[in-house]
């Protein structure tokens, strides 16, 4: 019995200890991984929501001024930390690093877009936007949700 406690220690089957919150913090490139994916994943959902009800009821009961504020929250925090982060995401091919930086002129040339909502208390600029807008969108944005959700980051800058 002893010699088996004695074996299942010097095994080292012990569980490792979490990893400090600090950490992870880094590995998610600072949280700009989830608000990303977050601002994509709800841009799939109100240009599929616009394809589905019609722009006129999407703003009426979906994309409201104060939801468009709170979209861009997230958006602008992603925005920036793409050009923070840009160094230490872990990039396998060239293809790689130039995806990463078309997704980061997309967030900031949509920061505006949406910020703008702010200032006029209006979301109707979407209807600027070709209907067939959403169709061209929603691929690229499946795709760019992906793309971001597998993200990976450098512990050290």
Known sequence: MASQIHRSTTQGNFERPPAPW??????????????????????LYLHL????????LLLEYVLTPRFDMALAVPM?????????????VIHPNRWH??????????FTISIPVHVQTY???RADYILRFPAWYSYFL?????????????LEFKNKA
């Open 22 to 43: 600090l950490v992870v913090v880094r590995q998610s490139g600072y949280g700009m991984r989830h608000a990303a994916s977050f601002t994509l994943l709800i841009g």
């Open 138 to 150: 929603l691929p690229i944005l499946a795709a760019m949700l992906i793309f971001a959700w597998r």
């Open 97 to 106: 690093r130039v995806t990463y930086w078309l997704i980061v002129v997309y």
């Open 49 to 56: 929501t616009s394809l589905l009800i019609g722009r006129e």
């Open 119 to 121: 200032l006029t208390q």
């Open 76 to 88: 602008t925090y992603a925005g920036i930390m793409g050009w923070l982060m840009g160094r230490r």
